[in-house]
């Protein structure tokens, strides 16, 4: 059976190395060297940011592009969330990042005294793990595509062989002749036909029974139905 040809993925690409990421100036929207400490003054908590890393991924999954943006968070990250919707709505799930992360995160860092981690490093991670999210997201929205539509093609495979057999059921002999060779077909065989076959075979089949159904009605056929079965 061919495989199925599924929509394109985010248009996000992969880093050439694992910490490497696409850095950009929110300002000016071009690339800017990583490493500025002119805020480190600035205390930034890794649960704030967490939990604007948890908003910007809520906000593109429900398509909010409210800016949420909470009181309680430091100055620098509130900066940072703002640049970044700079950016535009896609931006965060392609991957790219305003410089302020790496500012945030160094400020975090620097608060805790930890000089083994780098920042660079955590938004070049933290890239990689949101294209590894975004690659899950279209693969669970491509899955339930494909199943809803086995199950449509089921259900409307379905629908045929019902139609197929009360319509065989409504064979009538005194149908006109050029009627009666739409039934040549035994129903068996009408029902191993392709989707596309069925369905012109339906409606054939539904025009000559509903045709033969009103010639029936006509007093005149009843009239010579009625001397049929009762001749003087």
């Known amino acids: 059976m061919a495989k199925k040809c599924l929509p394109?993925?985010?248009?996000?690409?992969?880093?050439?190395?694992?910490?490497q990421m696409p850095i950009y100036n929110s300002k000016r929207h071009i690339p800017h060297s990583m490493g500025s400490t002119r805020r480190m003054g600035q205390k930034t908590s890794s649960s704030e940011i967490g939990q604007a890393i948890n908003l910007l991924l809520s906000d593109y999954r429900n398509s909010d592009r409210s800016q949420t943006i909470y009181t309680t968070w430091s100055p620098l990250l509130k900066e940072t969330i703002t640049n970044q919707y700079r950016l535009?709505?896609?931006?965060?799930m392609e991957g790219i990042l305003c410089h302020d992360w790496v500012e945030a995160q160094e400020a975090h860092l620097l608060e805790q005294n930890d000089k083994r981690r780098s920042a660079e490093k955590w938004c070049a991670i933290l890239t990689t793990k949101i294209w590894d999210l975004a690659h899950i997201m279209w693969t669970n929205r491509n899955d339930v595509l494909h199943k809803n539509?086995?199950?449509?093609?089921?259900l409307l495979q379905e629908s045929h062989i019902k139609q197929l057999q009360l319509?065989?059921?409504?064979?009538?002999?005194?149908?006109p002749h050029i009627d009666q060779r739409l039934f040549q077909r035994p129903l068996n065989e009408a029902l191993m036909m392709k989707p596309c076959e069925q369905r012109q075979l339906i409606r054939q089949l539904n025009a000559a029974v509903t045709a033969h159904e009103r010639r029936k009605k006509r007093p005149e056929a009843q009239a010579f139905l009625a001397w049929l079965?009762?001749?003087?």
């Open 8 to 19: 394109e993925m985010p248009s996000g690409r992969r880093p050439p190395t694992r910490y």
């Open 88 to 92: 535009g709505h896609r931006a965060f």
């Open 149 to 154: 539509e086995e199950a449509q093609k089921q």
């Open 167 to 175: 319509l065989y059921s409504k064979k009538d002999r005194n149908m």
């Open 229 to 232: 079965n009762h001749p003087a």
